[in-house]
T-cell receptor, first 111, second 116 residues
Framework: GESVGLHLPTLSVQEGDNSIINCAYS??????FIWYKQESGKGPQFIID?????DKRQGQRVTVLLNKTVKHLSLQIAATQPGDSAVYFC??????????FGSGTKLNVKP | GAVVSQHPSWVICKSGTSVKIECRSL??????MFWYRQFPKQSLMLMAT?????????EQGVEKDKFLINHASLTLSTLTVTSAHPEDSSFYIC????????????FGSGTRLTVV
């Protein structure tokens, strides 16, 4: 059977509010980061990426912030909608051909 | 945009049998493919990285003889779970990159493996 693991932390927000999801990455050599959204039973879906020579990048309704000093990423979602409910993962690339995922956060949007 | 097709989406097999999962890049050439494993309510764990035409690089703790990876062409990588056991039951996901260093790693839709 499948092993028991840690439960994902959950962030609950009201529809229309802004959401901030945080992620700590592990490798100071990582040069590229991606935020993914994963719905139940599906593969991860690309949201936004950022390279290590940047500290902020904006997309449509989403913004990623990178703080290399403390190895921290955040994903900001503006005007959160029920369709945003999913699990969000950050991923880091410490070297070519290596791509690791963070632990994930479940976003629950209340109507 | 780039599309990765993974097949099957779910499979049930008996203990001791082998199962093959396919990962295809449909509209681009994938020089690098990654295989991940995901347990319920957990993150994706990188199992191995494969480059077309060469042997896969496995992460520490992943048994290469149990999880056989073949990246025979620029559009196809396969993961074979050999002599499957119930503890191999999991969600397996592949992703592909068009070239080293390129932005964007496209994921397949995943395969739910249940070993009974």
């Amino acid at each position: 059977g499948e092993s028991v693991g840690l439960h994902l932390p959950t962030l609950s927000v009201q529809e229309g509010d802004n959401s901030i999801i945080n992620c700590a990455y592990s490798n100071s050599a990582s040069d590229y980061f991606i935020w993914y959204k994963q719905e139940s039973g599906k593969g991860p879906q690309f949201i936004i990426d950022i390279r290590s020579n940047m500290d902020k990048r904006q997309g449509q309704r989403v913004t990623v912030l990178l703080n290399k000093t403390v190895k921290h990423l955040s994903l900001q979602i503006a005007a959160t909608q029920p369709g945003d409910s999913a699990v969000y993962f950050c991923a880091e690339r410490p070297s070519f051909n290596k791509f690791y995922f963070g632990s994930g956060t479940k976003l629950n949007v209340k109507p | 945009g780039a599309v990765v097709s993974q097949h099957p989406s779910w499979v049930i097999c008996k203990s001791g049998t082998s199962v093959k999962i396919e990962c295809r890049s449909l509209d681009f050439q994938a020089t690098t493919m990654f295989w991940y494993r995901q347990f319920p309510k957990q993150s994706l764990m990188l199992m191995a990285t494969s480059n077309e035409g060469s042997k896969a690089t496995y992460e520490q703790g992943v048994e290469k003889d149990k999880f056989l990876i073949n990246h025979a062409s620029l559009t196809l990588s396969t993961l074979t779970v050999t002599s499957a056991h119930p503890e191999d039951s999991s969600f397996y996901i592949c992703s592909a990159s068009s070239r080293q260093g390129a932005s964007g790693y496209t994921f397949g839709s995943g395969t739910r493996l249940t070993v009974v």
